[in-house]
């Protein structure tokens, strides 16, 4: 097995590596004067199973370039067999088609992977199950609510919780951990007039008198999260807080969360975090290093993934 890490989380690649007591494989990830990509593996990976570790997060366009040409610099090197770990799945809210004449990026993306070389994709808490689909290669999702179910058990000991999904889409989701966790489950119910606008309409579930865990896959610019905590603590909750998997954090988001009644946001590291959410005071991150570095040795063993959950 070889771990190979491209530019945009090595951190989280290097702390995979450590927790299965592997180095990384020497490779050069770097760019041309005209900013082209250039990868070169320092080591030989013929007949290995090699694992790249790549979210592809901001700048997406350049980490997903990344990505493709380390992939196919691989299979050129007669790697065995090459995974795509992509902790943080890029172009993954495009998965239909919201109008006329719009695409859907998450396919095309499965499709450059895939043509890239690719034999096999591990991600975590894909934005909608379906994506796996759009793979003909066999696809591992992995779930970070067992990991923040047993956070939330510890940090918030003794408060009486109840769960809380800041829309709709994100049921199935939120109530995987409500169930976890024993405790009841909330619904916002959310109109969106745009595309990164979100309002707030009605407060789905009794709130009053209890502490509020708001899950999601994504915050991005944090408006959706940030009004359903001020819903809430208007509908008298003692107190909210947010668990999300991916902190993309754009634009003015960290600022939001830090000017919201969001007690603490608890994110993973599956998108590396900036100073700005370094050093907030309501934002933290647990990492999801520990898990990977399971799911890659038992891909690797060829034993189950899918029991990491039960």
Do not use: W
Request: glycine content about 6%.
């Amino acid at each position: 097995m070889k771990i190979v890490a491209c530019n945009s989380n090595r951190p989280l690649a290097e702390a995979v590596a450590t927790a299965l007591n592997i180095p990384l494989t020497k490779a050069s990830v770097r760019r041309f004067a005209d900013m082209e990509v250039f990868v070169e593996i320092h080591e030989n990976v013929r007949g290995e199973d090699v694992f790249v570790v790549q979210s592809t997060s901001y700048p997406a366009n350049d980490n997903l370039m990344e990505l493709l040409i380390t992939l196919d610099a691989l299979r050129r090197g007669s790697a065995r067999r090459a995974t795509a770990v992509i902790p943080y799945f890029g172009y993954a809210r495009q998965d239909r088609k919201s109008g006329p004449r719009t695409p859907i990026s998450a396919k095309l993306v499965a499709n450059l992977i895939t043509e890239a070389g690719a034999d096999r994709v591990l991600t975590l808490d894909l934005h909608a199950g379906q994506i796996q689909g759009f793979f003909d290669i066999p696809v591992d999702n992995l779930f970070a609510a067992p990991m923040f179910a047993a956070d939330i058990r510890e940090r918030y000991k003794g408060r009486d919780l109840i769960v809380v999904s800041p829309d709709v889409g994100g049921v199935v989701r939120a109530r995987q951990i409500a169930t976890r966790l024993n405790v009841d489950l909330a619904i916002i119910d959310k109109r969106r007039e745009r595309a990164g606008v979100s309002e707030v309409m009605n407060v789905i579930g009794e709130v009053e008198g209890r502490h509020c865990i708001l899950v999601d896959d994504i915050v991005d610019s944090a408006g959706t999260l940030c009004n359903a905590a001020e819903a809430l603590m208007k509908n008298g909750a003692t107190g909210v807080s947010a668990y999300v998997t991916h902190g993309v954090f754009s634009g003015g988001a960290v600022a939001r969360v830090a000017a919201s009644p969001i007690e603490m946001m608890t994110t993973t590291d599956s998108i590396l975090a900036t100073e700005a959410v370094r050093v907030s005071h309501n934002i933290r991150q647990i990492t999801i290093a520990p898990l990977l570095a399971e799911a890659i040795r038992r891909i690797s063993e060829e034993s189950s993934v899918s029991s990491l959950f039960c």
